[in-house]
């Protein structure tokens, strides 16, 4: 029996397909694995026993990588399970920004009492809320990742123009691409000719702050930012300058800080990105599936610390290894079970063994060596 710890609510759908062997439960002492999704895990103490966890949703960061990592646990997420929900907020986002609707809302509200003269005054005030059509404009995409792509494509087939931009831009996600869709390699292509702009990517030391004065600078004037990304890809006072200056005509955010609540030119969403029943479904689906697959057979499907490895089980004993990437440490435990197979990525390697030999306790002794898991 395994042990699974929800630290959020997780759709039912997903957890079902754990199967018997489970026991879930949103409290555990010893767990096997963790299933979250936005709950903070940075101040949480990681148990001797825990061995994965699984983020329903994309973003990682209320996890702690690098801990769990130097603890040989595997770190799961669960990219594009949540991307249509994203992206038709998205589109939402970019249409609210144009129309002002939300204004046009809340002023017709005020009106209320006014019986027949309703009408009238309707048409009388609408004019203020007049904004631009999004067809035949250019929106930057910046990240063409799961949900980038998807909006790209949308946003073509609503009539717009669309230039991307990702520097890790693989054949497999060029060719999901709408032919339309133009990509670029310099972002300052994106800045120079987008009427909107949206945010797709993960929030690094390399994109902190991504949109700033500077950044700004060299975008249209009345440009529409959309950021349903991360908080932090943007500078929040910069933003505010820019609605003052006229630079910015509307900023979209599914982060609602404090500093951007209530500011003319800001739409603040509470994170309601991926807040589908459908998205959710598909987390949580995704998530349990990998935990399983781990726990069950060694395999490491959409992990961001683990490198990617799939081998069908054979028969008798299975033993993985999270162990530096260093080559005499492959060597090391290669010479003690010749039919390793082993991946890697950056500094960690997995190595895995089919095996009828007795060979853990041997690994586990290699210098280099984080964790061994035996596998019957």
Not at 78 to 103: D, W
Not at 240 to 259: C, E, H, M, Q, R
Request: charged content about 20%; proline content about 3%.
């Amino acid at each position: 029996m395994y042990n699974v710890l929800t630290l959020n609510k997780i759709a039912k759908i997903g957890l079902d397909r754990l199967g018997d062997n489970y026991a879930v439960a949103n409290e555990c002492a010893a767990p096997d694995a963790v299933i979250v999704r936005s709950a903070a895990m940075h101040d949480m103490d990681l148990p001797e026993s825990l061995l994965a966890i699984a983020r329903a949703g994309a973003g990682t960061n209320n996890i702690p990588i690098d801990k769990c990592t130097q603890q040989g646990i595997a770190v799961f997420n669960t990219p594009g399970a949540n991307a249509n929900a994203v992206k038709e907020l998205v589109l939402t986002g970019m249409l609210l920004a144009s129309r002002n609707v939300l204004g046009g809302i809340a002023w017709a509200k005020t009106l209320k009492g006014n019986g027949d003269q309703v009408g009238k005054m309707v048409e009388k005030g609408k004019s203020q809320f007049v904004g631009p059509e999004i067809k035949g404009k250019t929106l930057g995409v910046i990240g063409l990742g799961a949900i980038g792509a998807l909006v790209a494509n949308a946003a073509v087939a609503l009539g717009m123009d669309v230039i991307g931009y990702d520097p890790f831009l693989t054949p497999a996600a060029a060719a999901r691409l709408d032919a339309a869709v133009k990509t670029t390699a310099n972002i300052e292509d994106i800045y120079a000719v987008s009427d909107y702009v949206t945010l797709h990517v993960p929030l690094t030391a390399d994109t902190k702050g991504l949109i700033n004065a500077d950044t700004l600078a060299k975008m249209k004037d009345s440009v529409r930012i959309m950021n349903f990304s991360r908080d932090g890809l943007v500078n929040s006072t910069d933003i505010l300058a820019g609605i003052k200056s006229g630079k910015i005509a509307a900023y979209v955010t599914d982060f609602a800080t404090d500093d951007l609540l209530g500011e003319e030119g800001v739409i603040a969403i509470p994170h309601l990105g991926a807040s589908t029943p459908e998205s959710e479904d598909n987390c949580a689906v995704m998530a349990a599936d990998e935990v399983k697959a781990y726990i069950e057979t060694g395999a490491v499907i959409n992990s961001v610390n683990l490198p990617r490895v799939e081998l069908a089980k054979a028969e008798g004993t299975r033993v993985t290894v999270i162990h530096k990437s260093d080559d005499a440490v492959t060597a090391s435990i290669k010479a003690i079970a010749a039919q390793a197979v082993t991946a890697v990525r950056g500094d960690v390697a997995y190595t895995v063994v089919d095996t009828e030999d007795d060979v853990a306790d041997k690994i586990s002794a290699v210098d280099g060596v984080i964790k061994v898991r035996v596998i019957k």
